[in-house]
């Protein structure tokens, strides 16, 4: 069964980083979808950032510049660099998969919180 264990979340200071990471088991295929989405209280789930099947990366214009997605298939993990943290920024994130056979996989989400 896939699983995906997302780590890396904590409390941090207006204009610190954290990064976040989420570790797949099995392996990654190239062609998947690998994505962070976040779900602050009272809002609805949004994507933050992604790679898409071709590889290419997509931003939420919120976190452009700020935020890095990267990946190391070797490890079959996936990495989001926050930097510039904004209260904003608050939010569970979550660590999403999508196959090239259109299965969807969640992890279980790790809570990032930026407050003074």
């Known amino acids: 069964q896939v699983q995906l264990v997302e780590s890396g979340g904590g409390l941090v200071q207006p204009g610190g980083s954290l990064r976040l990471s989420c570790a797949a088991s099995?392996?990654?295929?190239?062609?998947?979808?690998m994505g962070w989405y976040r779900q602050a209280p009272g809002k609805q789930r949004e994507l933050v950032a992604q790679?898409?099947?071709?590889?290419?990366?997509n931003y939420a214009d919120s976190v452009k510049g700020r935020f890095t997605i990267s990946r190391d298939n070797a490890k079959n993990t996936v990495y989001l660099q926050m930097n510039s943290l904004k209260p904003e920024d608050t939010a569970v994130y979550y660590c999403?998969?999508?196959?090239?056979?259109?299965?969807?996989?969640w992890g279980q989400g790790t809570q990032v919180t930026v407050s003074s």
């Open positions: 999403n998969r999508v196959t090239v056979f259109h299965q969807t996989y």
């Open positions: 099995g392996s990654i295929s190239r062609l998947d979808v």
């Open positions: 790679f898409s099947s071709g590889g290419s990366t």
